[in-house]
C-alpha cells in the first residue's frame, strides 16, 4: 500500500464521515482545515479509519495524532 | 430507510450519519417533534447521533439536550436551568454499571455490608427518578446495568454475596421492581442486550479511557436503537399487525401442491417443528393484541385446509383478516388493513419469497418486511426489530383481538339488514361521555397520540401535558367510551375544546377507526354542545388540520353542519357552528344511562 492509495481511501472516509464530497485530504491536513473535525467527531473519525483499514491505533497514537501524515505513516505500518 | 432497519450496520450508520441524517430530513415526511433530556454518567454524544436518525426514520424529529459528563445525578437533583427551560417530552437516563459507585470490592463484606451498599445506590438513583418526575412529570427511561466482562473469582462473582455480578444482579431487581410500581418509568435493558451483542464485544475499555464511552462506540447504535424503540413505542408508533405468507412461512412446503398432508407442521420433522415454534411464537404476539393476518397466493381453500391441518397451532379464527387469492399481495395488505381500520403503516409483513418482500416495500413503502429465509432468521429479525415494544400494556391491547371478533361479529349482522339504522338500532349501542377522570388519562393519551385518521388535529400531548389540561378551567373535556350487544369498545372518542368568552375552540377531536359509521361523532357533538350550553358558550369553532392520513375527516365539520369560514391552500379550514337552533343528532346510541345491558 503506498501514500496514495492510503490517501485515496482516506479521502473517502473524511468525505463520508463530514458528508462533504468536495473534502481532499493531505499529509498537512489538520483538524483546523475541516470546520467540523472536533473532539466528538473526531471519536467517529478514528472508528471509521479503523474498520477502513482493518486496524486499530493505540490510545497514545489517538490522543497525540497531529495531521494526516501521521495517520498515514500509522495505516502504512499496520493498515490492510 | 433499509439502511437503518434491524438488522443494521453500525459502521456503516456512524460513518454516513451527516448524509443519511440529511437524506432523511430531505423526504419530507411530517413528524412528530420530541424533546428528550438525555442525562448521561458517561459520554452520550454519539448516542444521541445515532438516536437521531432512528427516531428520524420513525416519524419523529427528536430535539435533544444532554447534561455535561456524569452530571446525571447534580442536573436532576439539584436541578438545572437550562434544562428547565428547555422543558423535556421524555428523559433518558443513560447510566451504565460504569456508575455504580457502591458496587463491592472486598470479599470480607458481610450480607448486611452489601445490603447496605445496595440501599445507598438504589437511593441514589431513586432521588433522581423522584425528583425528575416531580419537576418534569414525563417519561423516564432507565438503563438497567450490564455486567462485567472481567471477574476477579469466576463464577463466584455472580453467586458470591460479594460479588459484582451479584450486586447487579440484585440493582436489576430493584430497577425493574421501580418501573413495575410506577408509571410513566421504563426500563431499557442494556443488560439483555449487552448480553445479545456479546460482553466481549460490549466492553472497551479504550473506549472509556479515552473518550469516556461506557460501551464500545461500535455498539453505539445497538444501544441507540434499543432506547428509540422504546420512545417510538411511547408516541404511538408501534406496528400493530403481523400479515403473514403461508406456504414456506407458516409451513414448510407448498399446501396447493403438496396437499394436506405434505406440508411440514408439527414434532414429527424438524423442519415441522421449527415452523410449530414461529406459530406459537406468533400466537403469542397474538395474547399481547398484535393483529395476524394472512397474506398468501393461494386458492382460499387450500390456506385453509394448511390452517386446518391437525398440528396447525394458528387456526383460520386466529386470524383478524385472511387474504387468501392471486392479486398483487401489496393490494391485500391495504385491503387488510382498511377492513380493521388500520393503515397499512401499522403491519408487518413476513414472507420467505424476497421477489415479493420487494413488491410489497416498493409499494408500501411505510411497511416492515421481513424475509422468512428460514423461521430462526424470521424469530431474530421479528424480535429484535422490536416494533411491539411494550410501554403502557393497556387491558385495551390485551382484548384487542376480542374487539376485532366482535366487528366481524357485527359486519355479518349487518347484512341480516336492508336499512342501515335498522342495524345501528339492534346493536343495542351505549355510550357513557364524560369529562376525563383520572383512571382514564393513560388510555386517553394513548388514544391521542395514536390516532391518525379520524383526527381533526392531530396534536399530540404528553402525559404531563394532558394532565395539566385535565385541570384546567378553561378546558371543556370529552372522553367517551362505547359498548353494544357484541361487546365493550372501551374508550373511542376524545374532545378538548378551549373556552374564549363565547366561543369553544376545538383543539381535539379524535376517534378510533374500530367504530367509524356507529354515529358516535354524533353522540359526541351533542353532548359537547349540551356542555358548551351549560357553560353559557354561543358558538363552536372547529378546525380541520390536514395531514397525510386524516382525508377521511376532510369534510365532518361541514357533515355536521357546521359553516365554513376559511380554507387554506394546504387543505386545512375552519368552521363555525352557532348552537342557537341545535338540534341533536344521535339518534341510535343511547348515552349516560347508567344501565347497561348485554345479551
Avoid at chain 2, 435533544?64 to 456524569?70: A, K, L, P, T, V
Avoid at chain 2, 432521588?127 to 423516564?140: D, E, H, M, R, Y
Avoid at chain 2, 398483487?328 to 413476513?350: D, Q, R, T
Avoid at chain 2, 354561543?538 to 390536514?546: D, F, H, T, V
Wanted: net charge negative; glycine share 6%.
Amino acid at each position: 500500500m503506498n501514500d496514495q492509495d492510503i490517501i485515496t481511501r482516506l479521502n473517502s472516509v473524511f468525505r463520508d464521515v463530514f458528508d462533504d464530497d468536495s473534502l481532499s485530504v493531505n499529509e498537512n491536513t489538520t483538524s483546523a482545515d475541516i470546520e467540523d473535525w472536533d473532539s466528538i467527531e473526531h471519536i467517529n473519525l478514528i472508528s471509521a479509519v479503523e474498520d477502513e483499514f482493518s486496524m486499530q491505533f493505540r490510545m497514545r497514537e489517538v490522543s497525540g495524532m497531529k495531521n494526516v501524515g501521521e495517520m498515514i505513516a500509522i495505516i502504512k505500518e499496520r493498515g490492510q | 430507510m433499509k439502511e437503518l432497519e434491524f438488522p443494521f450496520d453500525s459502521r456503516y450508520i456512524m460513518r454516513h450519519r451527516r448524509g443519511i441524517k440529511k437524506q432523511l430530513l430531505a423526504d419530507g415526511s411530517e413528524r412528530i417533534k420530541v424533546r428528550i433530556a438525555v442525562l448521561g454518567g458517561s459520554t452520550t454524544n454519539d448516542i444521541v447521533s445515532a438516536m437521531e436518525l432512528f427516531l428520524l426514520d420513525s416519524g419523529i424529529e427528536p430535539a435533544f439536550w444532554q447534561s455535561e459528563y456524569n452530571r446525571f445525578y447534580e442536573d436532576a437533583v439539584f436541578g438545572n436551568e437550562s434544562l428547565e427551560s428547555f422543558r423535556p417530552d421524555v428523559i433518558y437516563i443513560h447510566t451504565t454499571s460504569c456508575n455504580l459507585k457502591y458496587i463491592p470490592d472486598d470479599p470480607n463484606e458481610t450480607e448486611d455490608d452489601i445490603k447496605q451498599r445496595l440501599e445507598m445506590q438504589t437511593s441514589i438513583l431513586k432521588q433522581v427518578w423522584t425528583s425528575l418526575a416531580k419537576n418534569f412529570g414525563v417519561p423516564i427511561i432507565q438503563n438497567n446495568f450490564e455486567l462485567p466482562l472481567y471477574r476477579h473469582t469466576g463464577s463466584y462473582d455472580r453467586w458470591g454475596i460479594t460479588g459484582r455480578s451479584a450486586f447487579i444482579d440484585r440493582m436489576n431487581l430493584a430497577v425493574s421492581e421501580y418501573a413495575r410500581n410506577c408509571h410513566g418509568f421504563y426500563v431499557n435493558d442494556i443488560n439483555y442486550l449487552s448480553a445479545a451483542v456479546g460482553l466481549e464485544k460490549w466492553h472497551d475499555p479504550d473506549s472509556w479511557f479515552l473518550y469516556k464511552y461506557a460501551m464500545n462506540i461500535d455498539v453505539i447504535p445497538d444501544l441507540a436503537y434499543s432506547t428509540v424503540c422504546i420512545i417510538r413505542s411511547l408516541y404511538g408508533k408501534n406496528k400493530k399487525a403481523v400479515a403473514l405468507d403461508l406456504d414456506n412461512t407458516l409451513w414448510g412446503g407448498v399446501i396447493g401442491d403438496d396437499g394436506q398432508e405434505g406440508i411440514e407442521i408439527g414434532e414429527e420433522t424438524a423442519e415441522g417443528e421449527s415452523y410449530s415454534m414461529l406459530q406459537n411464537w406468533l400466537r403469542t404476539y397474538k395474547k399481547y393484541g398484535i393483529l395476524l393476518t394472512v397474506c398468501s397466493k393461494n386458492d382460499a381453500e387450500n390456506a385453509l385446509l394448511g390452517l386446518e391441518h391437525p398440528s396447525s397451532i394458528l387456526r383460520p379464527d386466529d386470524f383478524a383478516s385472511i387474504k387468501a387469492n392471486w392479486q398483487p399481495k401489496s393490494e391485500n395488505i391495504e385491503a387488510s388493513a382498511a377492513e380493521l381500520g388500520l393503515l397499512p403503516e401499522s403491519f408487518i409483513f413476513v414472507d420467505d419469497n424476497p421477489a415479493e418482500c420487494d413488491i410489497v416495500s416498493s409499494q408500501l413503502p411505510s411497511v416492515r418486511t421481513i424475509e422468512a429465509s428460514s423461521v430462526k432468521d424470521t424469530l431474530y429479525r421479528l424480535s429484535r426489530s422490536s416494533w411491539f415494544e411494550v410501554t403502557d400494556l393497556s387491558g385495551d391491547d390485551l382484548v384487542r383481538n376480542e374487539m376485532y371478533a366482535a366487528n366481524a361479529k357485527r359486519q355479518a349482522m349487518q347484512k341480516q339488514f336492508t336499512n342501515y339504522t335498522d342495524y345501528l338500532l339492534s346493536l343495542n349501542m351505549h355510550a357513557e361521555i364524560a369529562d376525563f377522570t383520572p383512571v382514564f388519562l393513560p388510555r386517553i393519551t394513548q388514544l391521542t397520540n395514536k390516532s391518525n385518521q379520524f383526527n381533526l388535529t392531530t396534536r399530540r400531548y404528553t402525559s404531563k401535558e394532558m394532565e395539566d389540561i385535565s385541570r384546567s378551567s378553561d378546558r371543556i373535556r370529552l372522553c367517551g367510551s362505547l359498548t353494544d350487544k357484541f361487546g365493550d369498545n372501551g374508550i373511542v372518542s376524545v374532545i378538548i375544546g378551549r373556552c374564549e368568552k363565547e366561543t369553544l375552540h376545538v383543539e381535539l377531536w379524535l376517534m378510533s377507526c374500530r367504530v367509524l359509521k356507529r354515529d358516535m361523532e354524533y353522540a359526541m357533538l351533542d353532548e359537547l354542545v349540551h356542555q358548551c350550553i351549560r357553560r353559557g358558550i354561543s358558538r363552536i369553532m372547529g378546525y380541520y388540520y390536514k395531514t397525510e392520513k386524516n382525508s377521511m375527516v376532510a369534510e365532518l365539520y361541514g357533515d355536521l353542519g357546521f359553516t365554513l369560514l376559511n380554507k387554506s391552500e394546504n387543505g386545512s379550514s375552519v368552521w363555525n357552528l352557532d348552537l342557537d337552533t341545535y338540534e341533536n343528532k344521535n339518534k341510535v346510541i343511547k348515552v349516560n344511562e347508567k344501565e347497561k345491558i348485554y345479551e
